[in-house]
């Protein structure tokens, strides 16, 4: 697609459900990241997949969250027995280009808001 | 102290106004800086990209990196009531052959008055 797309757009959820939260990256795209935004709080960085290269998953904030890339595309955000602490805007970015191209930069999508109730 | 500092704002500023937009960082291995617009519900969006320190000029915007003082800066000139959003800056360290994720500045809510 010609963009970067997640789904669902929105979620809201029962404390202790499990969540799964889609991102379809830019076809061709090698990289793909996971940020989370609350408010007041900004960008938080949640995971990174480069190409075939283990995940660097340093900003995952528990062991409550995983997530996968299939076949170096798709990627899918699993958060188990959410809590209310989890409820923010789950954005989804991916970038094909090396940082030292002039050009570089992420493309995000539109996010998924989810809600824990 | 976070590796990327910016006041939340709000700003407030009547159309036409420049508007000047900062950002302070800690960290020497920061090598990439970037200023991003986000609209209410929408992800953010790539609004300039830098390197070295100096000017980078495009249309309106003008983005500084002042690496001494690790000062960023945006710049926008005659502001529009459509600029009203919120602008994150970002910064990124490259380590071997690929970058880390973008760490981000908490975002300044810049609102221009008609």
């Known amino acids: 697609g010609a963009g970067v797309s997640q789904s669902p757009s929105n979620k809201v959820t029962e404390k202790g459900k499990d969540v799964e939260l889609r991102c379809d990256p830019i076809?061709?795209?090698?990289?793909l990241y996971w940020y989370r935004q609350s408010l007041g709080q900004g960008l938080e960085f949640l995971i990174y997949?480069?190409?075939?290269?283990?995940?660097?998953k340093s900003g995952l904030p528990s062991d409550r969250f995983s997530a996968e890339r299939t076949g170096g595309s798709v990627s899918t955000l699993t958060i188990q027995r959410t809590q209310q602490e989890d409820s923010a805007v789950y954005l989804c970015?991916?970038?094909?280009?090396?940082?030292?191209?002039?050009?570089?930069?992420?493309?995000f999508g539109s996010g998924t808001r989810l809600t824990v109730v | 102290q976070k590796e990327v500092e910016q006041d939340p704002g709000p700003l407030s500023v009547p159309e036409g106004a420049i508007v000047s937009l900062n950002c302070t960082y800690s960290?020497?291995?920061?090598?990439?800086f970037m200023w991003y617009r986000q609209y209410s519900r929408k992800g953010p969006e790539l609004l300039m990209y830098?390197?070295?320190?100096g000017n980078k000029e495009d249309g309106r915007f003008t983005a500084q990196v002042d690496k001494s003082s690790k000062y960023i800066s945006l710049f926008i000139r005659d502001s529009q009531p459509s600029d009203s959003a919120t602008y994150l800056c970002?910064?990124?360290?490259?380590?071997?052959?690929?970058?880390?994720?973008?760490?981000f500045g908490k975002g300044t809510h810049l609102i221009i008055q008609p």
């Open positions: 970015a991916s970038s094909s280009l090396s940082p030292r191209s002039t050009n570089y930069g992420y493309t």
């Open positions: 076809s061709g795209h090698t990289a």
């Open positions: 997949f480069q190409g075939n290269s283990a995940p660097d």
């Open positions: 960290n020497s291995a920061f090598q990439y």
């Open positions: 830098t390197y070295s320190s």
């Open positions: 970002a910064a990124v360290k490259v380590r071997g052959g690929g970058a880390d994720g973008l760490t």
